[in-house]
């Protein structure tokens, strides 16, 4: 059996309240293309999905690079996406 990261049990809703904390501060400024980049990377973190989060991540990077800024500078997001790193998701 795999070990599970500290505080799995609440998983789904730290992704969530992350990404929430993200778009309240950039959600204005967000057009469609943006709006479904950032969902993606929402959905691989809440899915644990180590490929599809290299690639969504690697997407957002280079079609959207002001938002993948913010992105990694968003204490609760970097954090959270840190600790998914560490856990080698």
């Known amino acids: 059996m795999t070990e599970k990261p500290p505080g799995n049990d609440n998983h789904v809703e730290r992704v969530h309240a992350s990404f929430d904390a993200l778009n309240q501060k950039v959600g204005r400024h967000l ?15 809440v899915e644990r999905d180590r490929d599809a989060m290299r690639t969504q991540l690697d997407d957002l990077r280079e079609r959207h690079g002001w938002l993948y800024n913010e992105l990694a500078a968003h204490p609760q997001v970097a954090t959270l996406l840190d600790e998914l790193a560490l856990w080698g998701f």
Not at 31 to 45: N, Q, Y
Request: glycine share 0%.
């Open 31 to 45: 057009d469609a293309d943006a709006r479904t980049a950032i969902e993606k990377v929402r959905t691989a973190a």
